[in-house]
Structures are given as structure tokens and as C-alpha cells.
């Protein structure tokens, strides 16, 4: 096993981290940057190194920053967590050139599934179903090409992430110009301009299969979480297992996620995405060569600690089970607790939390980053905690994370758990009568405020948003320096996004 671990990042995924290591009895190391000086993550940790300042770029995306904090502090191992450097191949590859482990997959799987068209050509071969789909668009082509697998199509940015970037195309006339803000965007966000298309599947589910694998070939799935409640392509709430699908469609996206994988000689932990049409055929979307934020939910319904294994993997050790020793057990709810406003368009709701009581009780979980006085950052992403709920069966799972929910103080910022506890009450949720527009369509439309009248405050708070975005999509595409396409912090870019973004959000 390791004798000490850097944990290159920052917040509850670092906390959780770190708990897992505390078990394990591996110290640990933490960075930080001039805005997490007072961080929970600093203060639980064993070590903790300042890397520069609050943007990302020019802190946690440093690679060399990160590697001379592992050389200084003497640690053998990096454990990226999510976001930031956690999928980025060349970052991998420099840890193993350092001499440390990289805890996480090969860089060769990362890259094989980090470009979008590569990962698709790759499954194709692999027989794992997809959507059907295009090569990347140039304008000459692009009419007969999206003409072959039919409208209404979704163009999305081959390198990019997190569902930024993509783009509906309800018919012909419309291609040409939406390919071009699609390239634009594109470009400007992740430094790289191909897009491509696939069929848009209507009403469909986001569910996603998180499976494990050793060195040795041994690879396993750890059964599906259902990621469909969603807020502009990204994942809300999330549960275990899914409401919707069969058993039979349970092992068979188990079966294809397991082949994925096996196809990359990935080993580590890594989730494999998919949607789900209303007659549960299911297409390849993505492979996350990660630990996903939603990963709480698969270790409450199978006891399995994803982390620990993470670490063991990346030791050298073999999986202690094979895929006939995993059951599921009961259901898991998680709800993602943000600083942000549902009533205002889910604005960013940075400052102090003056007051902060987590909840708990039986079957309650809470991956936690902040605490009492603690002042919320500007700078990342605004996730305080993950806040999730297990009980016997879906039902009861429910029943306690509306207590949970209803027990949770955060006072001093604004957070979305009012949000959360008007979806955990509505009958189409209830009944898992649901796809990835449910919040566009059930909430948003009905709860959102009027558009501010002052244009001064609306260009502000549209800046915070578009400063935001660019500082996570950096996370995937920034080369290992830090410097990335043109997505650098504090750039021109964003504050055009931002004025963009004024005149479409508030108008």
C-alpha cells in the first residue's frame, strides 16, 4: 500500500478521500488555493501545500504544481478526484514519469475515452450499442450527413464535458447556423472547435453503469444509477437502482459497460453512460474514466466503498469480488446541495454560511466540503455537499431524504434545497415517471422569477454564471501547464459570454 497521498483537488471530494485514507491509515496531502486557505479539506488533512491563486488555472490545474508538491512532501501516490486534472491524460502520464502513482486508469484508456468520436469509433468495435451518429462536421458535408440519421438531431463538442457546449437541431434549415455557434462555443470553452452529431433520442433517460477493474483483467459492474434529473445537462439528483428499467435490460447495460471497459484494458474505477429510449434500448453516451459525484448511491445499495477500492486497485492488489458476489440492497436517493438560488434562475449564491446544521438520523449520508462561518468562493464550483438517503426500498428512501431534506439549515447563502424538496414531492417523480427534460418542464418554466429590470445586476450575475462555466470547462482540456485553449481565467472570453449571456438570459 501507499505510504502517503497527495489528493489533487479540493472540497468534499477531498474530505471523502481523505476519510477513506484515514481508514487505511495512509497520511495524506492536500493542496490549496489563496481562496481555500480556511477550506475543511486543509483543515482535515494530514499535510497541506498552497499552489497560488483562487482560479483554477493557475492553481489546481498546475500540473507541475502538483507534482512539486508530491515531491516536497514525499508522497508516492496522486489521487485526482473529480474535475479539475482527474481526466486528463497527459497529467497521468506525468505523475507515472515522476515516479508516483496516478490512482486511476491507464493514460492510454484515459485518452482512448476522453475524445468523444475516438470513444464512439472505439465502442463501435467493441459492439457496444450507440446512437446513431456522424463523423466530425465540416459545412460542405454537413447537410448530408445529418440528412442520413434524421432529424431532430443533438450537435456536441467532440472534447467536451459535463453536457456544455450541445445543441438541438430541430430541422434542416437550422444546421448550418447552429453548427457554427456550436464550433464557436466549442473553441472558446474546451480550445478545440469539432463538433459532431448524433439523433437527438426524445424523452430520453440518463442512466449510467459505475464499474470496477484490476490489472489482472478482472473486471465487474456494479449495477446502474439513473442520472435523469437534470438542470442544463447536468445531473441533479440521482438514485439506485434505476426506477424505469427491466432486469433484464438491468444485466444486459451491465454486460455492454463490462465490455466497454475491457475493450480500453481499463482498470480502476469508471463509469460508463447511456441513454435509455422509452422501450429501454439503451445507446452508449460517454465514458467517465473517474469517480463520479454520484458515486455514494452505488456504495449504499452495495456496500462496496468505490474509493477504497480505487486505492487497492492502484496498489497492485486484485478485486476482492467477482460480479456473481455483488447484490443490490434496498435504494439510495442522493441530492447534490448547491450555493445557488432555484428561485432566480439558480444564480451562483457565494459568502458566508452564518449558520449550518447537517442532518442525519437512519439511512442518511452527508459528503460535506463546508462548514459554520465558512465563506463559500466565487471561484468553483458551488457544491457544498452531497446529501444522500438509503432505505429498503425506493419509497423509503425517498420518505428520508424529504426529512433530511426538511432538517437541513444553511443559512447565510441561498442553496437549492427548496428546490430539491418541491421534486422530491411531485407525483410524475414519485411515480419515476420522468426523462432528462423533467426539470425544464415540470419546474422551471413554472418557478422562475421575472427577469431583472436592472441591466447593471443582470450583466453581473451573467458574468458570475459564464466565469463559472468556463472555469469548469477548463477541468478536462487544459494542457498539463495549466495553460488551456481559450478557457484561461480572467480572459477576455468570458467576459464576451458574459455580455452574450445579459442580453439572452435577461431580455
Known amino acids: 500500500m501507499f505510504k502517503k497521498i497527495l489528493v489533487a483537488n479540493r472540497g468534499e471530494i477531498t474530505v471523502r478521500i481523505i476519510r477513506a485514507c484515514r481508514e487505511l491509515d495512509i497520511p495524506v496531502v492536500v493542496v490549496y488555493s489563496d481562496a481555500d486557505r480556511a477550506a475543511l479539506h486543509v483543515r482535515y488533512a494530514d499535510e497541506a501545500y498552497a499552489i497560488g491563486p483562487a482560479p483554477s488555472v493557475e492553481s489546481y490545474l498546475v500540473a507541475e504544481k502538483i507534482l512539486e508538491v508530491a515531491r516536497k512532501s514525499g508522497a508516492d501516490a496522486v489521487h485526482p478526484g473529480y474535475g479539475f ?17 496516478f490512482i486511476g486508469p491507464s493514460p492510454e484508456a484515459m485518452e482512448a475515452m476522453g475524445d468523444k468520436v475516438a470513444a464512439r469509433t472505439a465502442m463501435a468495435s467493441a459492439g457496444v450499442p450507440l446512437v446513431p451518429g456522424t463523423q466530425p462536421l465540416a459545412d460542405s458535408g454537413a447537410v448530408a450527413a445529418v440528412a442520413e440519421i434524421g432529424y431532430p438531431v443533438m450537435l456536441k ?23 457554427a455557434a456550436a464550433r464557436a462555443l466549442a473553441l472558446s470553452a474546451f480550445g478545440d472547435g469539432t463538433v459532431y452529431a448524433e439523433r437527438y433520442v426524445t424523452k430520453p433517460r440518463h442512466i449510467e453503469i459505475q464499474v470496477l477493474a484490476d490489472r489482472y483483467g478482472n473486471t465487474v459492474h456494479l449495477f446502474e444509477r439513473e442520472c435523469s434529473i437534470q438542470r442544463r445537462h447536468q445531473k441533479v439528483i440521482e438514485e439506485a437502482p434505476s426506477p424505469f428499467i427491466s432486469e433484464a435490460t438491468r444485466q444486459a447495460m451491465g454486460e455492454a459497460a463490462v465490455q466497454a471497459a475491457r475493450s480500453v484494458r481499463y482498470a480502476g474505477a469508471g463509469t460508463v453512460e447511456f441513454l435509455v429510449d422509452q422501450e429501454e434500448r439503451f445507446y452508449f453516451l460517454e465514458m467517465n474514466t473517474r469517480l463520479q459525484v454520484e458515486h455514494a448511491v452505488t456504495e449504499l445499495v452495495t456496500g462496496v466503498d468505490l474509493v477504497k477500492m480505487q486505492l487497492l486497485v492502484a496498489a497492485g492488489e486484485a478485486l476482492p469480488f467477482r460480479q456473481d ?10 441530492c447534490r446541495i448547491y450555493a445557488e438560488d432555484p428561485d432566480r434562475d439558480f444564480m451562483p449564491s457565494p459568502g458566508v454560511i452564518t449558520v449550518l446544521r447537517a442532518p442525519g438520523g437512519p439511512g442518511i449520508r452527508d459528503d460535506i466540503g463546508v462548514y459554520e462561518g465558512y465563506e ?8 457544498l455537499s452531497k446529501l444522500s438517503a438509503w432505505g429498503r426500498d425506493r419509497d423509503e428512501a425517498i420518505g428520508r431524504m424529504r426529512r433530511a431534506l426538511s432538517e437541513y439549515v444553511v443559512e447565510g447563502i441561498k442553496t437549492n434545497i427548496p428546490f430539491h424538496q418541491r421534486v422530491l414531492r411531485d407525483p410524475a417523480f414519485l411515480a419515476g415517471d420522468f426523462d432528462t427534460r423533467f426539470i425544464d418542464d415540470h419546474f422551471l418554466a413554472v418557478h422562475r ?59
Open 449 to 507: 422569477e421575472p427577469a431583472c429590470e436592472d441591466a447593471d445586476k443582470a450583466l453581473i450575475a451573467a458574468a458570475v454564471l459564464a466565469y463559472l462555466e468556463e472555469e469548469s470547462t477548463a477541468l478536462r482540456t487544459v494542457g498539463p501547464a495549466g495553460a488551456g485553449g481559450g478557457a484561461g481565467g480572467g480572459s477576455p472570453a468570458w467576459r464576451r459570454a458574459a455580455r452574450q449571456a445579459s442580453v439572452e438570459r435577461w431580455r
Open 325 to 334: 458476489d455483488l447484490r443490490l440492497s434496498g435504494a439510495a436517493v442522493e
Open 157 to 179: 463538442p467532440s472534447a467536451g464535458g459535463g453536457g456544455k457546449g450541445m445543441r438541438v437541431v430541430e430541422r434542416e434549415d437550422d444546421l448550418l447556423e447552429a453548427l
Open 376 to 383: 463559500v468562493p466565487l471561484y468553483y464550483d458551488p457544491l
Open 85 to 101: 486534472l482527474s481526466e486528463n491524460y497527459r497529467f497521468a502520464r506525468m505523475c507515472a514519469e515522476a515516479g508516483l502513482t
